[in-house]
């Protein structure tokens, strides 16, 4: 199934025709998911085919007092948000029958998919993924918004050209509001934390225990708890057992550690936000990023200064320090001749850094031949 296939619900699968609603300004053509409430398509803008969209379509009809409320929610959520990895609402559209979203169109599938694809992924890709849905969860964060339903069917990669994955349907966020949520059970039962079974009063962090299943899913290939029945799973989800995690493949003590302290049953013994963004496995400060190459030329400009006026220790420092977020600048990159460009003057910088650590050795040495005299 294409990119948008999990921005409808998975539950009670409606009966749509198959022939996509009219629209003034798109045309609508394959069907990429469907879901209780909801159809989304791909679609062209009319008058400019490089316009590729997806558009969740609506029926009005099919809409309950609860399915309008999700829905209103998603729309107000989704127009304050503005992040390069969560799907952006370009608009919104209704007619008689129909409200239409207006998506941005991931042509690289959902995360889910490309898990089956590979059966499992490894660590360094994992990783990656990772550092990007952090980002889009500190945005979300930093506006008191949680989402609820994380799951690798909502997270999309942007093309197959451009893996960058992006956050999408909102259709279970709320805004926190500095209180903690206690509403009816939310979220996809797979991947949703101990306290939503068991208790009617959770918070935020169960996105942080559903962060840490599909990080388990991405490397070992299927969910911790992967049950046959929803009372096999519920079974397993409040079980007092600690969670095991399987010995192949082997995976790094960094990242045996996040995923251990995501998965905690006891929400008061879970890693918080703050800990997760600085985790060494996440590591937000030299995750690749827009701001990745602006860090770097702020602190290999500082570099050079104290290089020319000889202060080198410090100077080499700065200059491993700028290789930091040089290199995520590599990596963020999307245009080859700036790409090239950068690892050019990394590579300069690489050289001019291991030149240094001889003169400080020879420094060193003649000091240390004075002192011997």
């Known amino acids: 199934m294409a990119g948008h296939a999990e921005h409808v619900r998975n539950t009670d699968v409606a009966k749509f025709s198959y022939v996509p609603p009219k629209m003034k300004n798109f045309v609508l053509t394959e069907k990429l998911g469907q879901g209780s409430y909801a159809t989304v398509y791909k679609a062209f803008r009319k008058g400019n085919l490089r316009d590729v969209v997806a558009i969740k379509c609506i029926k009005k009809s099919s809409l309950s007092k609860k399915s309008t409320e999700n829905l209103v929610r ?11 990895h969560i799907v952006k609402l370009k608009d919104f559209e209704w007619d008689n029958e129909h409200i239409f979203l ?42 008191n918004i949680s989402h609820m339903d994380l799951k690798p069917h909502n997270l999309f990669i942007e093309s197959k050209n451009n893996f960058s994955l992006k956050v999408g349907d909102f259709g279970f966020a709320q805004y926190l509001l500095g209180k ?23 918070d935020a962090s169960v996105d942080l225990w559903s962060t840490g299943v599909i990080l388990h899913e ?33 995976i790094s003590s960094k990242c045996k550690d996040l995923i251990e302290k995501l998965l905690q049953r006891d929400p008061k013994k879970r890693i918080t936000f703050e800990e997760f963004f600085s985790h060494p496995f996440v590591d937000l400060n030299t995750a690749p ?15 050079v200064k104290l290089d020319s006026e000889k202060d080198y220790k410090n100077a ?8 930091e977020h040089f290199l995520p600048a590599i990596d963020y990159e999307r245009d080859t001749e700036k790409k090239l460009v950068i690892r050019e003057k990394v590579l300069q910088y690489i050289e001019r850094a291991e030149k240094l650590k001889l003169t400080i050795k020879e420094i060193e040495k003649k000091k240390f031949n004075k002192l011997k005299i």
Do not use: W
Not at 74 to 83: F, Q, Y
Not at 183 to 202: H, I, K, Q, T
């Open 102 to 143: 207006i998506l941005e169109y991931c042509s690289g599938g959902d995360l889910s998919s490309y898990i089956k694809k590979y059966k499992r992924l490894p660590e360094h890709t994992t990783r990656k993924f990772l550092r990007q849905l952090a980002l889009a969860l500190r945005y979300i964060r930093e506006k």
């Open 289 to 303: 990023s827009q701001e990745s190459l602006v860090k770097a030329v702020k602190i290999v400009t500082e570099a």
């Open 218 to 250: 991405a490397l070992f290939g299927y969910a911790p708890f992967a049950s046959k029945t929803f009372d096999e799973l519920e079974m397993k989800i409040k079980s007092k057992e600690p969670i095991t995690l399987p010995k192949h493949p082997i």
């Open 180 to 202: 903690e949520g206690h509403d009816n059970l939310r979220g996809s039962p797979l991947y949703m934390a101990v306290e939503m079974f068991c208790s009617d009063y959770y």
């Open 316 to 323: 080499l420092k700065l200059y491993c320090s700028a290789l």
């Open 74 to 84: 998603e729309i107000e959520i989704l127009k304050s948000l503005n992040h390069e």
